[in-house]
């Protein structure tokens, strides 16, 4: 029980800090895609992620388009959409729709409730009952005639959210390591590097496979761990 008291304190002192740390990074990274060095890092991204959506459009085909369209909402390069990736690349597209609506449809997509649509999801509400949708007749339009996979402009989403997270991850590893040399974990996996008190919970747990960053999986794991 000790252990356990003591590894929730540490943990939760941990997660207070990341969440600083998230907070003053934000509140740079605005400054730092006005300087030159963030224009430069936005473009190079940008044109990456050009590059590789022109790359499945070369392969042709309606699946190949759908690939290319999921691509560019996919701004993270997760593999799934978010209502945030979602909502930003709406408005940049400038369709002009009702953001209730826009909260359905991210609905009707999102099939299992996840809070975030895979392709798979997207594909079947394309091509299921909302091809009539404003959503879905807005979007075939602005794919179909215009030479939008040339617009730079229209990556810059997807290059802020990957260059956001690049420098989110590395801020939060280097903070990780300071505050636990510090103050230790009593466990931690070293893949996901998520800490426990007991080694039996380490051998337990679910691991993710990767290093967990994100604050809401850090939170969740805080409260079910510690607080349940």
Known sequence: ??????????????????????????????AYFSSPEGKAELVDVAKAQRAQIKARKREGGASSMLH?????????????????????VVAYLQLSLETSQLRQDFNDMDVDGSGEVDFDEFRAWWQGRQKNSALHLALTAKFKFQQWVGDLGLYHPRAKAIIRQRHLEDALNLN????????????HCSRCQLSFALLKDVHQHECAGRIVNSLDELKHHVNSVYLS
Do not use: C
């Open 176 to 187: 990780r390591e300071s505050f636990r040399q510090r103050d230790p974990p009593k466990q």
């Open 1 to 30: 029980m000790q252990l356990r008291e003591e590894e929730s304190r540490r943990s939760k002192a941990e997660l207070i800090q990341f969440q600083s740390i998230v907070q003053t990074l934000e509140s740079t990274l605005d």
């Open 68 to 88: 290319q369209i999921f691509d560019l909402f996919d701004m993270d390069g997760s593999g799934e959409i978010s209502w945030e990736e979602f909502r930003d």
